[in-house]
């Protein structure tokens, strides 16, 4: 008898056909919803696009890569957790999606036990993250991130360009944390940071503070990055 887990949902990501079948069956059998992908594009899009709580991420994958699909997921839905499947000698990309903010990993061959422990683990630790963001509260308005504008109290409008909207969002959904400049190229504007100037982002920065009326929610930590007042 499956076990109840209050009908999460759980995306599988992963290419071979036995090894997809094993993880969705398992996870069935205890009780999850599962939605289930073959590639990278697939994959992606279910992820981003569809409601589930948790994603199981393979690293090798026809199409999108498991790392270009986590950037993807952690740009949009930032605090939807995910665990990577990776091969044993995948370490150099089990490290890498760490960094990118995946919350754990198996190696494979893994057991059915192991797998499920991890995933509950997991989900037990999600309930306490932040979820993702549809609007975020201002001093004197609001900023609504589907309609990729600020409205404020008086009345008044003003859009944000899809850039603003995905740092600013990315800053909210790590609010009282200063956010280095590296990682927001990584994770905003998906490049990789090394030797990269990094003045792009003061610009964007001061151009959001502008649309924002300069309300103070966007500060200035000296030496580390950026970081939205919690």
């Not at 089990?94 to 997991?122: C, H, I, M, Q, T």
Request: one cysteine or more.
């Amino acid at each position: 008898m499956a076990s109840p887990v209050s009908q999460r949902t759980v995306l599988t990501i992963e290419d071979d056909a036995a090894i997809r079948r094993g993880i969705v069956d398992a996870l069935a059998f205890a009780g999850y919803e599962v939605i289930e992908a073959a590639d990278g594009a697939a994959g992606c899009a279910a992820a981003v696009r569809r409601s589930v709580d948790l994603v199981l991420l393979d690293m090798v994958l026809p199409g999108l890569t498991g790392l270009e699909i986590l950037r993807e997921v952690r740009n949009a839905r930032p605090t939807l957790p995910v665990i990577i499947l990776s091969a044993r000698g995948e370490e150099q990309d089990r490290v890498a999606g760490l960094r990118l903010g995946a919350d754990d990993y198996v190696v494979k061959p893994f057991s059915v036990n192991e797998l499920l422990a991890r995933v509950e683990a997991v989900l037990r630790r999600s309930p306490g993250r932040p979820r993702d963001l549809e609007e975020l509260p201002l001093a004197a308005g609001r900023v609504d991130f589907a309609r990729c504008e600020v409205a404020f109290d008086d009345g008044g409008r003003t859009e944000l360009t899809e850039r603003e909207v995905t740092l600013l969002r990315y800053l909210a959904c790590h609010a009282g944390r200063a956010v280095p400049r590296e990682e927001l190229l990584e994770n905003v504007w998906q490049i990789d940071a090394r030797g990269v100037n990094t003045r792009t982002i003061d610009m964007h920065v001061a151009r959001l503070r502008e649309k924002l009326r300069d309300d103070g929610a966007v500060v200035t930590v000296r030496g580390r990055g950026y970081m939205l007042r919690g």
